[in-house]
């Protein structure tokens, strides 16, 4: 070992085991729905670890969110203080977003091999306004263009298909052929089921 990594490893040792970054420091995250806190698990267990008053956060958390459609999946990130006050950043997911702007309840099963929904460039260009007022993506500094890079990655591996231009009817079309498919593989699953027994 080097002197500079002895110094190093000495120096950690000597600041004590509270120094480093515990469960106290580390933002705690999950996944909420809107109005939905409630005291029991799995999230009055992970408060009540780090010393938070759980029926005051889940009041707080039920009154920052009563202007969201209740059921709304947020993903919440909350940064306890030695103090036992807190920091909440609430937001939806990306793939909430992109799945109600396609209009589909879930993403494919099998993403490149099969398409649920069809979105636009201009859908997805209206997502990252949205999504560019989360602290998250303002603290990293991400570009609009890059923003809508990437949400193009996130349609295609939730099974959409981008296109640059998108009417009504060219959407409805797509609709109507999924819903097709989807008829032909249930009666495919059913007839097999009916050969096994």
């Known amino acids: 070992m080097s002197k500079a990594a002895r110094a190093v490893r000495a120096a950690r040792a000597g600041a004590g085991a509270g120094a480093g970054p515990g469960p106290e420091s580390r933002p705690l995250r999950a996944q909420?729905?809107?109005?939905?806190?409630?005291?029991?698990?799995?999230?009055?267990?992970?408060?009540?670890?780090?010393?938070?008053?759980?029926?005051?956060?889940?009041?707080?958390?039920?009154?920052?969110?009563?202007?969201?459609?209740?059921?709304?999946?947020?993903?919440?990130?909350?940064?306890?203080?030695?103090?036992?006050?807190?920091?909440?950043?609430?937001?939806?997911?990306?793939?909430?977003?992109?799945?109600?702007?396609?209009?589909?309840?879930r993403g494919a099963t099998r993403p490149g091999h099969e398409e649920v929904g069809v979105v636009s460039l201009k859908h997805l260009y209206e997502v990252a306004l949205v999504k560019q007022q989360d602290p998250a993506v303002a603290l990293r500094g991400t570009s609009l263009p890059q923003l809508v890079t990437a949400l193009v990655g996130s349609a295609r591996s939730l099974g959409l298909r981008v296109v640059p231009r998108l009417t009504a009817e060219e959407c409805a079309e797509f609709q109507r052929q999924r819903q097709e498919q989807e008829a032909a593989a249930a009666q495919e699953e059913e007839e097999e089921g009916a050969k096994k027994k």
């Open 32 to 105: 909420i729905p809107a109005g939905g806190a409630a005291p029991g698990p799995p999230l009055g267990p992970l408060l009540g670890q780090r010393g938070v008053s759980i029926g005051a956060f889940c009041k707080d958390f039920n009154e920052r969110t009563r202007d969201i459609k209740p059921g709304v999946p947020l993903r919440v990130r909350l940064r306890v203080h030695p103090d036992r006050s807190y920091d909440l950043s609430i937001g939806p997911p990306l793939s909430y977003f992109l799945k109600a702007v396609a209009g589909v309840e």
